[in-house]
């Protein structure tokens, strides 16, 4: 990879792109959609400043944790564009992502902790689904699988499930007299 000299302050779209480790047409994409800029020289060619790069790094990194470049794009145009975002640019920028970070953090943990148990989806395949989940009530609380999902603000519970309230039971609610598997501390 060719090195950067201190002096270039303006890098073409080749030299952004090996820099980036970023295709060419990537950066077109990017750049079409308002999250990186370019100048264009009397031939017609692109050149960005130096910090389209800490910018593509940025789009980069966000993109494989997951966010939408629709949240990226909101984020960027926090940053001033008349110079290069300082540190405390970049760090108001962060400040802002902490608890969706965190959120996106704590639900990749579970995620790498929790899959071999019972997530509440309601497939009952796993022989601890009729333990922690009897009869699929977990199905109650809505779709999806109850007790690996992680929402803003909810803190999940030692057994996995989450902190917010769920609604009764189908089961209970309609009197059924069919005991829980585990209801008498048998198991």
């Given amino acids: 990879m060719t090195r950067l000299e201190f002096r270039v302050h303006e890098l073409t779209v080749g030299q952004l792109a090996e820099r980036s480790g970023v295709a060419v047409s990537a950066l077109h994409f990017y ?5 990186i800029s370019s100048r264009r ?27 939408p470049l629709s949240e990226i794009k909101r984020a ?55 333990l922690t989940n009897p009869y699929d009530q977990l199905g109650d609380e809505g779709p999806g699988p109850r007790r690996l999902l992680v929402r803003h603000g909810d803190a999940p519970h030692a057994d996995g499930a989450q902190s917010t309230p769920s609604a009764p039971s189908a089961t209970a609610a309609q009197g059924d007299s069919q005991a829980e598997p585990c209801a008498d501390d048998i198991c």
């Fill in 31 to 35: 750049e079409a959609k308002g999250l």
């Fill in 41 to 67: 020289t009397a031939g017609n060619q692109r050149r960005f400043s130096r910090d389209a790069l800490r910018r593509v790094s940025f789009i980069k990194v966000s993109q494989r944790v997951g966010i």
């Fill in 76 to 130: 960027l145009a926090t940053l001033p564009e008349e110079r290069t975002p300082t540190v405390a640019d970049w760090a108001r920028l962060s400040e802002t992502w902490k608890t969706d970070l965190d959120d996106r953090i704590a639900q990749l943990q579970k995620l790498r902790d929790d899959l071999t148990e019972c997530i509440g989806c309601g497939c009952l395949s796993i022989n601890k689904c009729a």
